[in-house]
C-alpha cells in the first residue's frame, strides 16, 4: 500500500470513531452508529474492499479499547465493508456500494452477530434481535455515505473515478 492509500485510511478511522462518539440512534435494544457505515461505504469506494475491511478493523479495535463500541463493532463493521467493496468493485456504482453495506451489515453481520454474541458475551439472543439495530443504522450510514461520495463527485470528479 501506498502512504496516501494509508493516510487516507488512518482519516477514515479518525472520523469513525470520532463521529462515533458524537452521533449515534438509539434503537431500543443497541446504539446505532451510523458514521461507522458511512466510512465504510467511503472506504469501499476509495480503496477497495480488502482497504475498507482493514478500515473497518481498526476503527472497530479503537472504539472497543475507548469504550466506545461493543465486541458487535467487529463482525457488523467488516463483512458490512467487504461486501461494499466487493459490491462497487463489481459495479463501479456507489449506490451499489451502499447496497452492499446495507446488506452486509444489516442483514448478514446482524444473524452472524446472534452466535458472536452468545459465545463472547454471554448473551441469550433470538435470531432476528439485531436485525432492528443493525439495519436501521447500516442504511442511515450507507445512505450517508452514498450523499457524501455523490457530493465529492459532482465538486471533483477526478477524486472518484
Same mark, same amino acid.
Given at each position: 500500500m501506498r502512504i496516501q492509500q494509508l493516510t487516507w485510511m488512518a482519516m477514515l478511522v479518525a472520523i469513525a470513531v470520532v463521529g462515533s462518539m458524537f452521533i449515534s440512534i438509539p434503537t431500543g435494544v443497541?446504539?446505532?452508529? +451510523? &458514521?461507522?457505515?458511512?466510512?465504510?461505504?467511503?472506504?469501499?469506494?476509495?480503496?477497495?474492499?480488502?482497504?475498507?475491511?482493514?478500515?473497518?478493523?481498526?476503527?472497530?479495535? &479503537?472504539? &472497543?479499547?475507548?469504550?466506545?463500541?461493543?465486541?458487535?463493532?467487529? +463482525?457488523g463493521g467488516m463483512i458490512g465493508a467487504f461486501l461494499a467493496g466487493i459490491f462497487f468493485v463489481?459495479?463501479?456504482?456507489?449506490y451499489a456500494a451502499a447496497l452492499g453495506e446495507t446488506i452486509g451489515t444489516g442483514v448478514i453481520a446482524s444473524l452472524i452477530a446472534v452466535p458472536y454474541a452468545k459465545l463472547l458475551m454471554g448473551s441469550t439472543f433470538g435470531a432476528f434481535f439485531f436485525v432492528p439495530a443493525f439495519l436501521a443504522s447500516s442504511l442511515t450510514g450507507a445512505l450517508l455515505g452514498w450523499l457524501v461520495l455523490s457530493r465529492v463527485k459532482q465538486l471533483r470528479p477526478s477524486v472518484l473515478k
Open positions: 443497541a446504539r446505532a452508529y +451510523p &458514521i461507522q457505515h458511512m466510512v465504510n461505504v467511503i472506504a469501499a469506494v476509495t480503496v477497495g474492499p480488502i482497504g475498507a475491511v482493514l478500515v473497518a478493523f481498526v476503527t472497530g479495535l &479503537i472504539r &472497543i479499547m475507548t469504550g466506545t463500541g461493543s465486541l458487535l463493532a467487529f +463482525p463489481r459495479t463501479n456504482r456507489v
